[in-house]
Structures are given as structure tokens and as C-alpha cells.
């Protein structure tokens, strides 16, 4: 970082800037994480420099001797992770892994069925202002209001009407385990294929913590940054029983193809051209740090500080949508409290807490105002913290939501704030 200070103050300035912002404030955003500096120093490495168009072996270009390597270490701790049959390294994020399998099952204007956004689903889940809603008919199954969960006898009901040809299941806020032998049923009634995305809890998955998409799921995706903790990237898996079941008639030629040659297709040329070597080589490194014994702890931890916060929010008050939570994340609904999600996402920021505004189940505000706030644990449970800290967040949190206008009760909070930090050191080596 020294050269680049020399060179380039303004670009240094802003990374300083990033790294106090991460040191000194509570990272409670459930869709982010803190990755270990082998990840930063592997992603950051000459590996940037090269063109590996293709797959290991097969490639487009020369010289890929040892990306080929790094591509094969990659895939093969994929598998073992997930004990899959099938993994692809290379989607550049987890949107592009989602778009991959739907280029592979799907046909433009067929039909598909995933969590409403406004429950917990995802962009690339059929939202009309992403390419999935415009290139394939959506529709959408919602939680319970009751219970704030998927209900399987609804999912059923609008998969026979509508005859989906791929169901996904999984969201961005959904804080209880998804029931994939559930969702398989209702698949398996409509014949649909069935995929899970998996890019919030893949961590978990990884390490036992949640249960296992297997033998449910045809394909999972996932991102790679977010409990899985290590560089931004996606990915594609599935499982074991799969080639087997389910061949995919190939458009032109008509010859039934394995769903993994199609997969790969997909990614590339289907989508996307040189795969980022560097960050595969990220996704590498990560995945071993998932499989260290270590990693299982740090999992189990996530979930026990979830569950404290979820408790004490409780006794504060706060209503959270399935009340409670089984995952890394809690999502709490405003609705019965004067202060919309916009609101409170300003303030607890202001207060050094980092959270986002979330749209809770049945929301009457607008996805740019909304009712409530989502909180996750990875990242803070990354630096150490435990129960006693989750304690003193939800107090925090409590503190700025209850007197929300009150700005010398802010900087309290925020002072706070930098206190517990500063007990918890990050990237201390930097
Ligand atoms: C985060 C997320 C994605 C996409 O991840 P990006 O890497 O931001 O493209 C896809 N699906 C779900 C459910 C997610 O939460």
C-alpha cells in the first residue's frame, strides 16, 4: 500500500477511508463478511494477468498450466465442501450463477416460481427491473403472515396452477432454514426442476449448521462472500444423484446432454468470457479456511449471536418477522413503531451501526422506505464477537431506535460503538 500511496493519494485516501470505516463501526449488514488476508493477497495477485477462456484442459488460449491447476484445486474443494458432483468456480458473482442455470433449464418466456421480493426473495428472482423478470414469465409464493414462513400448501396451490418449469428456493432475507424436501414435493407434483439458491446460508450449509440442499435439489447456486467468507464471486453445484435423473434436450441437435457439459456452457460462452483466475484463486482459498474445523465453530458462533440478538430484541419489544430466527440473520419489522426502515438504516448508521432497510412480509412501504431492518451476525462474528456483545448491540440498537430524533444520544451510542470496536481488532496487519 505504500507505492500506491505514493502514487495515487486520492485512490489511498479512499481505501484508508474504507478501513477505518470497517475498523471503527459494527458491520451488521447480513450479506457481508470480512475475508482472511490470504484471500485479499491471493485476489490482489498476478493471476489478474491472465486469459483462460474455457475450462482447465480445454481452454482457448495458451499458456494455462498453472490456472488450470488453480482451477482444478478450486473445483475439487468445491465438490468436497458441498459433497457435490458438479462445480463451476468461474460466475463472476452470484447473479451470474443464478442467470447461468437459467439459461441451462430454461427457455425466454417460460415459466418460473421464486420467493416474492418483498418476502425475502432476490433481484435476480423474476423483479422486473432485473433481466430475469423481463426475459422469463415469473410468479411469485409469499410467506405466511401468521408465522412469517413459506407455506407449503400456498406454494403448492400456485405451482399447479401456474406449472413452473424451475422453482427456486432460498432469499436474501429469509431468516429461518429453507425446507428443500418440501420445496422438492411440490417440484416433483408439478415436474419442475428444482434450484436452490443458496448464496445467503451457503456458509452454514458448508458447515452443517443448515441443512443440506442434497438430495433435494437438482442445482444450487451461491455467492462466495457473503457466510461462505471469502471473495465476491459465485458458484454452481449439484449434487450427486443428479446426471442420472435428468438429462436436458439440447435446442439444436436434440441429443440429450448431461446437465454439467450444459452448465459449463452456460457460464462459458453462454454469459460470460475470461474467468477472473485471481478470484478463483480467492474462492480457493476460502473454501479450504470452510473446510478447517475452525470454520464449523465460527458457524455455530453466527447462529448462537443471532439467536441472542433475536432474544433481546424480543424482550425490547421489537417484532421480527418469523419470530425469531434459525440462520446468520434477523429481520425486525417497524411496522407497529413509528419509524419507517429508510429511517432507521440513517440513524443507526449515524450511530456507527451498519444495517440495511428491508421490506418485511405484506409491507405498505415502498421498497425505498419500508418497514423494516435486516441484521446479520457473519461479520461481527468474524472479529470475536459473542453473547455478551450481541447484549450490548441490541441494547445499542434499542437506544437509537427509541429516541430516534435525539442526536446527543447518537454520538453516545456511536462513542459506544468505537469502544467495543477498538476491543476487536480487524486486519490488525494491514
Ligand atoms: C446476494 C444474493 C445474490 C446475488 O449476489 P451478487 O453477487 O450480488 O450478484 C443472489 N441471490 C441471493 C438470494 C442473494 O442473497
Not at 208 to 235: D, E, M, N, Q
Not at 286 to 293: I, V, Y
Not at 351 to 373: C, E, H, Q, W, Y
Amino acid at each position: 500500500m505504500k507505492k500506491i500511496k505514493e502514487y495515487d493519494l486520492e485512490l489511498y485516501n479512499c481505501i484508508e477511508k474504507e478501513l477505518k470505516r470497517e475498523r471503527n463501526t459494527l458491520e451488521l449488514i447480513a450479506s457481508e463478511n470480512f475475508t482472511s488476508t490470504n484471500v485479499l493477497n491471493i485476489v490482489g495477485s498476478i493471476l489478474t494477468n491472465k486469459y483462460a477462456e474455457g475450462y482447465p484442459g480445454q481452454r482457448y488460449y495458451g499458456g494455462c498450466e498453472a490456472v488450470d491447476e488453480v482451477e482444478n484445486i478450486a473445483r475439487y474443494r468445491l465438490k468436497k465442501l458441498f459433497n457435490a458432483e458438479y462445480a463451476n468456480v468461474q460466475p463472476h458473482s452470484g447473479s451470474q450463477a443464478n442467470m447461468a442455470v437459467y439459461l441451462t433449464m430454461l427457455n425466454p418466456g417460460d415459466k418460473v416460481m421464486g420467493l416474492d421480493l418483498a418476502h425475502g426473495g432476490h433481484l435476480t428472482h423474476g423483479s422486473k427491473v432485473n433481466f430475469s423478470g423481463q426475459f422469463y414469465d415469473f410468479v411469485s409464493y409469499g410467506l405466511e403472515k401468521k408465522t412469517g414462513r413459506v407455506n407449503f400448501d400456498n406454494v403448492l396451490k400456485i405451482a399447479r396452477e401456474h406449472k413452473p418449469k424451475l422453482i427456486i428456493c432460498g432469499g436474501s432475507a429469509y431468516p429461518r432454514y429453507i425446507e428443500f424436501e418440501k420445496f422438492r414435493e411440490v417440484a416433483d407434483t408439478v415436474d419442475s426442476y428444482l434450484m436452490a439458491d443458496i448464496a445467503h446460508p451457503s456458509g452454514l450449509i458448508a458447515s452443517g449448521v443448515h441443512p443440506s440442499p442434497w438430495p433435494f435439489c437438482h442445482v444450487a447456486t451461491s455467492t462466495t462472500h457473503k457466510t461462505l467468507r471469502g471473495p465476491r464471486g459465485g458458484i454452481i453445484i449439484a449434487g450427486k444423484d443428479f446426471e442420472n435423473k435428468w438429462g436436458v434436450v439440447a435446442p439444436k441437435s436434440g441429443r440429450v446432454k448431461m446437465i454439467s457439459e450444459l452448465l459449463d456452457k452456460s457460464v462459458m460462452p453462454g454469459i460470460q468470457g475470461g474467468p477472473l483466475m485471481h478470484s478463483i484463486a480467492g474462492k480457493a482459498i476460502a473454501f479450504k479456511e470452510a473446510l478447517e474445523p475452525e470454520f464449523k465453530i465460527y458457524c455455530n458462533n453466527i447462529v448462537s449471536n443471532s439467536k441472542v440478538l433475536a432474544e433481546e430484541l424480543k424482550l425490547k419489544g421489537y417484532d421480527l418477522v418469523s419470530n425469531g430466527t434459525d440462520t446468520h440473520l434477523v429481520l425486525i419489522d417497524l411496522s407497529n413503531r413509528d419509524i419507517t426502515g429508510k429511517l432507521a438504516e440513517k440513524k443507526l448508521e449515524e450511530a456507527g451501526i451498519t444495517a440495511n432497510k428491508n421490506m418485511v412480509p405484506f409491507d405498505r412501504k415502498s421498497p425505498l422506505v419500508t418497514s423494516g431492518i435486516r441484521i446479520g451476525t457473519p461479520a461481527v462474528t468474524t472479529r470475536g464477537m459473542g453473547s455478551d456483545e450481541m447484549r450490548k448491540i441490541a441494547d445499542l440498537i434499542d437506544s437509537v431506535l427509541s429516541n430516534i430524533e435525539d442526536d446527543k444520544n447518537i454520538s453516545k451510542v456511536k462513542s459506544s460503538v468505537e469502544e467495543l470496536c477498538s476491543s476487536f481488532s480487524l486486519y490488525s496487519t494491514i
